[in-house]
């Protein structure tokens, strides 16, 4: 069985999800726009148009860690 599935799902007030088609402006994680480059690269055009990125200052705590990486990685299974 050979299913299309947009890569960026919506849910609506009615909790109810979307896979969205044609142009839009959304919020991604990282590893999604990954998934996005290495599986989609020659059906979906991204345009990234601001980003933001966290990186502890390891001086100050040496044994921080990634808190949301179990997380993240748990979604992109």
Known sequence: MNV????FPFRSKLNM???TCGA???YATL???NVVE???SNKVRCQV???FQFI???SVDK???YIFSDLISEQYK
Do not use: N
């Open 63 to 65: 044994d921080y860690g």
């Open 38 to 40: 290495v599986y989609y």
């Open 4 to 7: 299309r599935i947009a890569p």
């Open 24 to 26: 839009f402006e959304t």
């Open 17 to 19: 999800i979307f896979y």
């Open 56 to 58: 502890p200052d390891r």
């Open 49 to 51: 148009v601001e980003g």
């Open 31 to 33: 590893p999604k726009l």
